[in-house]
């Protein structure tokens, strides 16, 4: 079973940059598709963004593309969501996620992660 612990949130202003991190620990012997959700206070969980295992497919939200960047780094089981370009209402507790993979296909379900991280916090102030 793998462990998820994100870093890298915090408080910007509208128009600036935030880099988030995830790493994983444990069971990283299979291969794990993995995907940024958010969620706003009284909202629902929404799907950001999202990699295949090998890194070479990623997809997007309408909302958040040309301004976020996904990519990451299995020699160091991390992946990593680099964020320009924020507005306010990118404002969100932002959760890293993982399922084992098993055809070549990027997910944006909640349901079809089975490993979530405790999430940080993104703030950005207009």
């Known amino acids: 079973q793998v462990q998820l612990v994100e870093s890298g949130g915090g408080l910007v202003q509208a128009g600036g940059s935030l880099r988030l991190s995830c790493t994983a620990s444990g069971g990283t012997s299979s291969r794990y598709a993995m995907g940024w959700f958010r969620q706003a206070p009284g909202k629902e969980r929404e799907f950001v963004s999202g990699?295949?295992?090998?890194?070479?497919?990623?997809r997007y939200a309408d909302s958040v593309k040309g301004r976020f960047t996904l990519s990451r780094d299995n020699a160091k089981n991390a992946l990593y969501l680099q964020m320009n370009s924020l507005k306010p209402e990118d404002t969100a507790a932002y959760y890293c996620a993982a399922r084992i993979q098993k055809i070549d296909i990027v997910r944006i379900a909640t349901t079809e992660y089975a490993y979530w991280g405790q999430g940080t916090q993104v703030t950005v102030s207009s």
């Open positions: 990699i295949n295992w090998s890194g070479g497919m990623t």
